[in-house]
């Protein structure tokens, strides 16, 4: 599984991930 970073908290989530599991704001690709 690849890894993405957040743009807003710049941690770790999956790539899949509609919105980031720490601050919860939606990730746009």
């Avoid at 690849?2 to 991930?17: G, L, N, Q, R, V």
């Amino acid at each position: 599984m690849k890894i993405a970073i957040c743009p807003s908290c710049k941690k770790e989530i999956p790539e899949d991930a509609k919105f980031c599991s720490h601050c919860l704001k939606p990730i746009v690709s």
